[in-house]
Every structure is written in C-alpha cells, then in structure tokens.
C-alpha cells in the first residue's frame, strides 16, 4: 500500500495544506472538501513519508464520533458519501473514498480546546516542575500516568503551521476569545471528553487527553447575526488523541499507546530536539524519514484503536 501523501486534485482550488488535511473550495459556497492524506507530524513537524491508509483511518474514526457524540455540540460534518458531493468532487473518488468529507464552512476559533484526564505528556512535564498543569494548581504527590482528581480544560494556542503550539491558562484564554465562547468551549469540550472518556473504557481503551476544535457558523435559529458553536476538524483520533490500553495499565510510568506517541519516542530516540525540526543535527534541510518499521507499527496501533472504539 503507498500512502497518498499529498492529492491531486486539478479542477478544485485547494484553499491549504495542513498537517494532515488538504482543504478545497468546492461549488457550494456554504460547504469545504476536507481530505485526511496520509501525513502524519509530531511535534509540530510533519515526516517526509506517511502512514499508507492512515488518513481513512482518521476518518473512520471521527465519523463514529461525530455520530456518537452529535446531541452534545453541532459539528461541521455533512456527508462522506462522494456520490452526494458536488459534481466537481465526483471524478476524483478514486482517490478521495474513505478519507474525505464534505464540511460546513466555520470561522474557525482560535484555540486548540485540550481536555486533560490523566497526568501524561507536557501536563506531566509541569506538573514535575511547579506541581500545576497550565497554571492550574493540582494536589501534590500525583504521579505519571495517574488518573486526575477530575478532568482538566487545558487550552492551548493555535500556531500556524511550522510552529509550536503554546500551553495557555485559562484566563488568557478567555481573553484571547472572549469570556462567553470560552465558557461555551469548556463546557463542551468536558462534556465531549467525559462521554467519550466513559464509552471508550468500555471497549478497554483509556481516553487519556484529547484536542479538540471549534467554529463558529451563523445561527439558523437567530433573526440577529448570532453565531452557534460547532465542533470542526477532526474528533477522538489517535492524531488529536492519547489512547492507551486498559490491560496492564499501570500508574507511574509511561504506557503503551495507540496513537502516535510510539512515533514521538522513535523520532527523540533517533535524535530529534526543538530547533532540528527540518531535520537531524547537520542534515538540516532534509527533513525527517520515518523507518519502515514505525511506519509499520504505527498504522497497527492506529488501526487497533479504530478497531476496538468502533467494533
């Protein structure tokens, strides 16, 4: 299988190139095409090779969600079928089946929405350092891994590509967005967490942290300019997500995953550091190539995690 890194797509204008996500125009001006290639990055750097089937995967998994968790917050999801998309969309299903969907147009918050349930990752980090996790205090003598007294929002900035996202409290955050979207985010952002975090440790999966995102449409309810809160970009996969597995879960150590932090410790383990994201110590400029065994091992756990959540 050779992973589809990067469509082709002539008679669509492509709007932008994410991460993960080509974003086109399409005929409909209330709708966008989003395409799940299958890049993949960590921390902040996308891999010059991809995952094969990675980005249907994605996809899959944020359809089950967004079904799933549909009668907690909107969401910009309208049809996966290529059939139903608009005509121009249509001659490229070969290419787009399984890994594209047609979305309503947002304008997007700018604010990655972090929902944090046990103490791992960066959240760990600091919590090392000044026994708080985004400024928030927590109770001392927590330790890796551990289950957090109760959820944590813990937002983050929305860097343009090729940058760092940056770890804010809560109340810059509210002042980067304004108090009310903030509260409407937390509160969903929570709620979405909590129901998800539940459902999947019945299927023998931990929900550790997700992220999430956000956007504004206008209000088809509202004779104002109201706006309505929807859930946009992806939700719960294991790109945006940390999912361990319940078996042999053990509080102060690491854990094994199935997302991408098996990728993450491959590429510190072969060298990589902030300031080397365009490639290793004296190759600058060449990017970083994932082995074809994480490749490998990354798509199983990937695929397992899909598995075991939508079975």
Same mark, same amino acid.
């Given at each position: ?11 669509? +204008? ?10 086109? $125009? ?6 966008? @095409?989003?395409?799940?290639?299958? =890049? #993949? ?8 090779? !991809? #995952? ?6 994605? +996809?899959?998994?944020?359809? &089950?969600? &967004?079904?799933? @968790? ?6 910009? &999801?309208?049809?996966?079928? #290529? ?15 399984? =890994? ?11 604010? %990655? ?12 980090? /600091?919590?090392?350092?000044? !026994? ?10 927590? #330790?890796?891994? *551990?289950? @957090? ?10 860097? %343009?590509? !090729? ?10 955050? $509210? ?19 909590? %129901? ?23 209000? +088809? ?15 719960? +996969? ?16 690491? *854990? ?15 060298? &990589? =550091?902030?300031?080397? /994201? ?20 990354? =798509? ?12």
């Amino acid at each position: 299988m050779i992973a589809l890194t990067e469509t082709n797509l002539p008679d669509l +204008t492509l709007l932008s190139r994410g991460k993960v996500r080509d974003v086109y $125009s399409t005929s409909s001006p209330e709708h966008l @095409l989003f395409v799940a290639t299958d =890049r #993949i990055s960590a921390y902040d750097v996308i891999l010059r090779n !991809g #995952i094969p089937g990675k980005g249907k995967l994605l +996809t899959q998994i944020s359809l &089950f969600w &967004f079904s799933k @968790l549909g009668h907690i917050i909107p969401n910009h &999801f309208v049809t996966a079928d #290529i059939d139903e998309m608009p005509e121009e969309v249509r001659k490229y299903k070969d290419q787009l089946d399984g =890994r594209a969907m047609l979305v309503k147009k947002a304008k997007v918050v700018p604010l %990655e929405a972090i929902v944090r349930g046990y103490l791992t990752g960066s959240a760990w980090s /600091e919590y090392k350092r000044s !026994g708080t996790v985004h400024g928030i205090p927590l109770p001392p003598g927590l #330790i890796e891994s *551990q289950q @957090l007294p109760e959820p944590l929002f813990t937002p983050s900035t929305k860097a %343009e590509q !090729g940058a760092h996202d940056e770890n804010i409290s809560p109340e810059k955050a $509210s002042k980067l967005i304004g108090e009310s979207i903030y509260a409407q985010i937390s509160q969903a952002a929570l709620k979405l967490y909590s %129901e998800a975090a539940a459902f999947s440790h019945s299927k023998g999966v931990i929900l550790a942290d997700t992220k999430f995102e956000f956007g504004l449409v206008p209000s +088809t309810t509202s004779l104002t300019n109201e706006e309505t809160l929807i859930l946009v970009d992806e939700l719960l +996969t294991p790109d945006s997500s940390r999912y361990w597995p319940l078996k042999g879960y053990e509080v102060g150590k690491s *854990q094994p995953s199935f997302d991408k932090q098996y990728l993450r410790d491959w590429l510190v383990g072969v060298g &990589f =550091r902030k300031g080397l /994201e365009r490639g290793k110590e004296g190759e600058e400029g060449h990017g970083w190539t994932i082995d074809s065994s994480v490749v490998e091992g990354t =798509r199983d756990r990937y695929a397992e995690a899909v598995k075991l959540l939508t079975s």
